[in-house]
């Protein structure tokens, strides 16, 4: 029972599924307006199933500590992210929706999700420090995964994209071994930071230097975890929370696929609204955690959050789209346009500059910022 009450809110999700798949047919009949409204609704549906999922995540976070922790959130997001776009292509979707997808969930992991929490956090703090070893390590491979699958393609010949395809599925596959193993091995500091903490005297007698800083690492909880969050609960109900709300989600997105593409048509919505919606839905979780680190003063889980959610997005999400466009014998535009590489090569190099020095300020933060309502208003214009 106490299990039923604390995961009362998937019950939400759970019902629209079945009134979806109950309904579906009805909804489509009725008309674009009701498919709009029916689309709206289970959207609310999957960002509810997709925060139990990371509520979750974050409490194996939390237990096995970083830099597994932020690493359990980036894969559980990517792993959201996957099944909506494979289930969206599934159903037609427009051939640029993985690339607009992975295009746009860089932009908000870098530009919103880093900018704003650096906006707010310097606001709070001033500077906030960080290991610029991750901030490097991230830039250099997201450049590396989004050059070799993403600006290539262009010049790849058509007959020849099956050649390309399946190369560009062993480089990210290799990629992300070696990333992998740095970050969980040897090289794991340069995703860590040891905070200072404060020894409290523990009586009257106490010497003053007690309350210096320690640099040692803290102990505290993961960022953004509550009090009711860091309770103590069964790893295995975890996991399977995790595996049960990513197939729910996958459920609700096959449906609000029909109804989405079903209330779009003809209206003239920009085809990167769809992708923005699904980069959206799929970060969500990612943004609460990432800005409540930084409230915190603790910005190397944002940096983690951030620049980890985009590498793992790039560096997961193309071999396995690359995987399905082979199986099907259909290949997806992944090549970016000049606006969107233009936009790419802006925010990198943004960020390899503000991320160079170890601190993050205001200043850092509103330029990526900026970038990132950039990147909204030429979405809506159709660029």
Same mark, same amino acid.
């Given at each position: 029972?106490?299990?039923?009450? &604390? ?12 009134? *979806? ?48 922790? +932020? ?21 037609? *979707? ?134 009711? &969050?860091?309770?103590? &609960? ?37 085809? *990167? ?9 799929? *970060? ?15 910005? &190397? ?26 199986? +099907? ?17 802006? +925010? ?36």
């Amino acid at each position: 029972m106490s299990l039923i009450r &604390q995961e009362r809110s998937l019950f939400i999700p759970i019902v629209m599924a079945v009134l *979806a798949y109950l309904v579906e047919h009805a909804i489509l009949e009725a008309g674009q307006a009701a498919s709009l409204i029916g689309a709206a609704l289970l959207i609310g549906a999957i960002v509810i199933a997709s925060m139990r999922v990371a509520h979750h995540a974050e409490i194996l976070a939390h237990k096995v500590g970083d830099p597994y922790g +932020t690493m359990i959130l980036t894969l559980s997001a990517v792993a959201v992210e996957v099944i909506i776009l494979a289930i969206m292509m599934n159903n037609e *979707a427009s051939p640029t929706l993985v690339r607009d997808t992975i295009y746009s969930a860089v932009m908000l992991d870098i530009n919103g999700i880093l900018g704003l929490a650096a906006l707010i956090g310097g606001l709070k703090h001033g500077e906030q420090p960080y290991n610029d070893d991750s901030g490097k390590t991230y830039g250099v491979m997201i450049l590396t995964a989004m050059g070799i699958s993403m600006i290539v393609p262009e010049f790849i010949p058509r007959d020849k994209w099956q050649y390309y395809s399946l190369y560009t599925i062993f480089a990210m596959i290799a990629l992300y071994g070696l990333f992998l193993r740095m970050q969980v091995g040897t090289h794991s500091y340069f995703f860590s930071y040891s905070y200072p903490t404060r020894q409290p005297p523990a009586d009257k007698s106490t010497s003053a230097a007690g309350d210096i800083p320690s640099q040692g690492t803290s102990q505290a909880p993961s960022p953004g975890l509550s009090h009711a &969050q860091t309770h103590p &609960q069964s790893t295995a109900v975890s996991i399977a929370v995790i595996l049960f709300g990513v197939v729910l989600i996958g459920g609700l997105a096959e449906v609000m696929s029909v109804l989405a593409d079903a209330g779009l048509e003809g209206t003239g919505a920009p085809v *990167a609204l769809t992708a923005i919606l699904v980069a959206a839905i799929s *970060a969500a979780p990612e943004i609460l955690t990432a800005l409540r680190a930084a409230l915190n003063n603790r910005m &190397q889980a944002t940096v983690n959050i951030a620049m980890g959610a985009s590498l793992s997005t790039v560096i997961l999400t193309v071999p396995v789209m690359e995987g399905i466009a082979l199986y +099907t014998g259909q290949p997806f535009v992944m090549a970016m346009t000049p606006v969107q590489t233009t936009m790419v090569a802006i +925010t990198l190099i943004a960020a390899a500059i503000n991320l160079n020095d170890g601190e993050t300020n205001a200043i850092e933060g509103m330029t990526h910022f900026i970038l990132f309502t950039t990147f909204i208003m030429l979405s809506f214009i159709g660029l």
